[in-house]
């Protein structure tokens, strides 16, 4: 029973913004929006994540529509390196609330 | 270190044989977790513990399957009797304490089964 829904694929040229979409229709006003991606052989990375407002670090900006029901992850400069799996999943931001759902995700290619 | 640290990388061994995996987590973070992931497939919770306690064990598979932390930190996974289905890689995770602020979970690279 996957919380979000995302494209299962994408492709993005290299030096432009990747926009990343992500549904999830039935989050709770308690869920966050967290954004991991993992890179073929390597661990889950952690990207942002957030409750409501648009969030902003030095990997990508997250944005959150006013009624949360979507959200858009922006990689602003994308680079051959960004080629991975996104995910996106909803949870409750506590250590009690652990067991991930990543479901397919995203494959984004990066092309030079 | 900064990240999560898992020991070995890669592990290949025999049908039969144990394996203990270690996991060094973030330093100051109370909350740890190991997952696995089998090729092609999703994250599997295995273990969850806060500080040196394992409230939730519900994701081991087997009896074959334990895993302790010592002082609040370093924890090790042991499979004994291992088997052809045991190959994956094992993903640890940090995070600190429930938290109002927005607790992110954090992975380290994974240890790489493979049992032949």
């Known amino acids: 029973d996957a919380k979000t829904t995302q494209p299962p694929s994408m492709d993005c040229a290299e030096g432009r913004a990747a926009n990343l979409p992500c549904n999830h229709s039935t989050i709770s006003g308690n869920e966050y929006v967290y954004w991991y991606r993992q890179i073929h052989s390597q661990g889950p990375q952690y990207i942002i994540h957030?409750?409501?407002n648009n969030e902003t670090n030095e990997m990508a900006s997250l944005i959150i529509t006013e009624d949360r029901k979507s959200s858009t992850l922006i990689l602003p400069h994308a680079t051959l390196r960004d080629t991975a799996v996104y995910y996106c999943?909803?949870?409750?931001?506590?250590?009690?609330?652990?067991?991930?759902?990543f479901g397919a995700g995203t494959t984004v290619t990066v092309r030079a | 270190g900064a990240g999560v640290s898992q020991s070995p990388s890669n592990k290949v061994t025999e049908k039969g044989k144990d394996v203990e995996l270690r996991c060094d987590p973030i330093?100051?973070?109370?909350?740890l977790y190991w997952y696995r992931q089998s090729l092609g497939q999703g994250l599997e919770f295995l273990i969850y513990?806060?500080?040196?306690?394992?409230?939730?064990k519900s994701g081991l598979p087997s009896d074959r399957f334990s895993a302790e932390r010592t002082g609040g930190s370093v924890s090790t996974l042991t499979i004994q009797r291992t088997q052809q289905e045991d190959s994956a890689v094992y993903l640890c995770?940090?995070?600190?304490?429930?938290?109002?602020?927005?607790?992110?979970?954090?992975f380290g690279e994974g240890s790489w089964l493979t049992v032949v």
């Open positions: 330093s100051g973070h109370t909350a």
């Open positions: 995770a940090s995070s600190l304490a429930a938290s109002s602020l927005g607790n992110t979970i954090y």
């Open positions: 513990f806060q500080g040196n306690s394992a409230p939730d």
């Open positions: 999943i909803v949870r409750v931001a506590s250590s009690n609330d652990y067991k991930l759902s």
């Open positions: 957030g409750l409501k």
